[in-house]
């Protein structure tokens, strides 16, 4: 092989593209995991709501909140049955 | 330092521009002559020399990228030393990558020839490199410009030995075909 007709055809080479493949390329992978942990963060807040939420009250037919439930702030009429009855 | 700021001490003729190149790109200078150059003395010679080089040639000189500017200077030394250690030749990373250019490479023509066609390859080949996708157009310049290995490649592109491989092996039969279409040998 002769070097000098090899170096011929690389030597045009610009230095932009030199530089673009000498530059350090980000890691995929990276990119991957930190998808990857977002999306499992996400799941666990999801899992951890679920299991600590309190429940929403069932309002019965007669306005008072179900047995068990919680009075909700946003429910004066509920409240005020609760305080009579 | 930013590049810029090397170069305008260099415009300024204050030493510490090669202390500040040698620091930023020194070992880049002496990856890519040690590719070329077996013997690593050669190769820290070669870095040093582009350094001295680059110092005395800035200015006039103005290196949009002083990165690519030094690496140019680098192998360009390298290259020439390696010619004159030719007399015993020895197989170097750089001379497995000629081998596979081979293929694109044909026909023999005279100086004159040469250099007349010698601007129009440039950009023919600046054109076929930026046509090529991007992960492509890296593997070929690392493979045949810096002479990286196909591991140091794989390796640094975060890309597997197989994909680098056929990637450049259909990069070069584009080129050849590209080659053969514009009627360009060299």
């Known amino acids: ?85 | 330092l930013e590049d810029e700021q090397i170069v305008e001490l260099s415009f300024r003729r204050d030493g510490t521009a090669v202390k500040e190149m040698q620091d930023k790109y020194g070992r880049l200078c002496m990856e890519i002559a040690g590719r070329i150059l077996p013997d690593p003395r050669d190769a820290e010679e070669c870095a040093s020399d582009a350094f001295l080089h680059a110092w005395n040639s800035i200015p006039p000189e103005h290196p949009r990228s002083l990165k690519a500017y030094l690496a140019r200077i680098a192998r360009n030394l390298a290259l020439d030393r390696y010619d004159y250690n030719s007399a015993s030749r020895r197989s170097t990373a750089l001379t497995d990558a000629f081998e596979e250019l081979e293929g694109c490479i044909c026909g023999d023509k005279d100086e004159p020839e040469r250099a007349a066609e010698a601007g129009e390859f440039r950009t023919f080949l600046n054109d076929f490199l930026r046509a090529q996708p991007r992960d492509a157009r890296i593997y070929f310049i690392r493979r045949y410009w810096y002479g990286e290995g196909i591991g140091e490649i794989a390796c640094s592109c975060h890309a597997g030995e197989e994909k680098v491989k056929s990637s450049l092996f259909r990069t070069r039969n584009r080129l050849r075909e590209a080659m053969i279409k514009e009627n360009i040998s060299i």
Request: contains cysteine; charged residues 25%; proline residues 7%.
């Open chain 1, 1 to 85: 092989m002769n070097e000098s007709r090899f170096d011929t055809l690389m030597r045009s080479v610009d230095d932009g593209l030199l530089e673009e493949a000498e530059t350090p390329r980000k890691n995929n992978r990276t990119w991957k995991m930190i998808a990857y942990a977002a999306v499992a963060a996400c799941v666990c807040v999801a899992a951890v709501g679920m299991l600590t939420h309190p429940k929403v009250p069932r309002r019965r037919a007669d306005g008072k909140p179900g047995a068990g439930g919680h009075r909700s702030p946003d429910n004066p009429a509920g409240l005020l049955a609760a305080a009579a009855g």
